[in-house]
């Protein structure tokens, strides 16, 4: 199956800081990707969706100037955190589907930001 | 506004029966559907996709897609205690890429 990886895994850091999380489709190419956030025991919550060499579309309510999406290429795409705050904290996930498909939606292993 | 809803958790089976997740859609367009299981503190990973009307089966789980009743299911015959994990139904229309996912359902399989 299609393989997407996160990095980093895990991070923490002071308020006010700005944090980069990478995510890649490493065995296909990716058309879009998509940024969620998930708090404990609760469901995804679709960020922003993020299509090679455009802007990103974020949902209602997410900030576009704090979370900054980037999509680089078809197997990469960047998520900052920029001014972290101990509210950012939560678990970000992304996920890509395969150019040519318009189906099925492949998950990296999220990435637990932590602001102190 | 496309919603998805599954029945409320927390589900319970014994290790051996059979557990039946249930999932509705609003959006009638609704083309694509599929099961993700997430663990607890993981990200969800696909477990089954669905597209035309009737059952598909993958080893223990089968999902079952009636359109015209808005509705799928996830059945997970002889369940085991690794089986317990959220299920998340997501829904995609026929246009666009956006994906609407369900709360979930927590199942917990007891040995």
Redesign the interface.
């Known amino acids: 199956g299609a393989v997407v990886s996160q990095h980093p895994s895990r991070v923490i850091c002071k308020s006010g800081t700005s944090v980069k999380i990478e995510c890649r489709s490493l065995d296909f190419q990716a058309t879009t990707m998509f940024w969620y956030r998930q708090f404990p025991k609760k469901s995804l919550m679709l960020m922003a969706t993020s299509n090679e060499g455009s802007k990103a579309t974020y949902e209602q309510g997410v900030e576009k100037d704090k979370f900054l999406i980037n999509h680089a290429s078809l197997t990469l795409s960047t998520l900052t955190v920029t001014s972290a705050h101990p509210e950012d904290s939560s678990f970000y996930i992304c996920s890509a589907i395969e150019f040519g498909s318009y189906n099925e939606q492949f998950f990296g292993p999220g990435t637990r930001l932590t602001v102190l | 506004q496309k919603e998805v809803e599954q029945n409320s958790g927390p589900l319970s089976v014994p290790e051996g029966a059979i557990a039946s997740l249930n999932c509705t859609y609003s959006d009638r367009v609704s083309q694509?559907f599929?099961w993700?299981r997430q663990y607890s503190?993981?990200?969800?990973?696909?477990i089954m996709?669905i597209?035309s009307n009737g059952d598909k089966e993958d080893g223990r789980f089968t999902a079952q897609l009636n359109k015209a009743s808005q509705y799928v299911s996830l059945l997970i015959r002889d369940s085991q205690p690794s089986d317990s994990a959220t299920y998340?139904c997501?829904v995609?229309g026929n246009y666009g890429?956006?994906?609407v996912?369900?709360?979930?359902t927590r199942l917990s399989v007891l040995p």
């Open positions: 694509s599929f993700y503190g993981k990200s969800p990973e696909l996709s597209y998340l997501a995609k890429q956006n994906f996912f369900g709360p979930g």
